[in-house]
C-alpha cells in the first residue's frame, strides 16, 4: 500500500505513532471512553462525579483554529459541556522515548482542537508503565495508570 499523499505535521517531524496499529491501544482508549467520568474524578481529584461527559475518538489538531495544516490527532477528547474546556488524552502502550513523548505533545500544543487552542487544555497521558509519571507531571502533563482491573471509588472520592 502507498504512503499517502498528505502527512500531519507529526508525521513530517518523524513522529509515528506506532501505537495507532496496536489491539492493546484500542483497548486502553475503550477502557478510559468508558471511564471517563471516574477518570475524570480521579485525576483532577473531583469530589462528585461529572454527569454529561461526551468524549470523541482521535479529534483533530490543527494549526490554526479556523482550520490549516493537520498537526496530528490527539487519542481523545472529553467535554462536559458544550462551553466547558475540553480535556485531551494520549494513550500509550509504552513510553520508549521521553523525548518523542514532549516533542509530540508540545507540537500539539501549538495547535488548536474543537476550537480550542491545546495550550490552554488539559493533557492527560495514560500508560500501563507509571516508572516516569513523575517527570511526566514535572512537564506540565497529567498522568494516569492503565490498569483495566483498576476499582473507581463509588460516588467520589
Known amino acids: 500500500m502507498a504512503e499517502p499523499k498528505i502527512k500531519t505535521l507529526q508525521a513530517r517531524f518523524g513522529f509515528a505513532d506506532t501505537d495507532l496499529k496496536k489491539p492493546a491501544h484500542d483497548e486502553m482508549i475503550k ?13 483532577f481529584s473531583q469530589q462528585t462525579r461529572p454527569k454529561g461527559v461526551r468524549t470523541k475518538w482521535e479529534p483533530l489538531v490543527r494549526l490554526s483554529q479556523d482550520g490549516g495544516q493537520f498537526i496530528g490527532f490527539a487519542d481523545l477528547l472529553a467535554q462536559q459541556g458544550v462551553d466547558d474546556r475540553p480535556i485531551l488524552f494520549e494513550a500509550k502502550t509504552a513510553i520508549e522515548s521521553l523525548g518523542e513523548l514532549f516533542r509530540q505533545l508540545r507540537l500539539y500544543r501549538a495547535g488548536y482542537v474543537a476550537g480550542w487552542h491545546v495550550s490552554r487544555l488539559e493533557f492527560v497521558v495514560v500508560c500501563p508503565d507509571d516508572t516516569n509519571a513523575g517527570i511526566i507531571r514535572e512537564q506540565g502533563f497529567h498522568f ?6 483498576m476499582i473507581f471509588p463509588a460516588g467520589g472520592i
Do not use: F, G, S
Open 31 to 43: 477502557w478510559i471512553d468508558a471511564n471517563i467520568e471516574d477518570i475524570l474524578m480521579v485525576v
Open 144 to 149: 494516569l495508570k492503565y490498569d483495566p482491573k
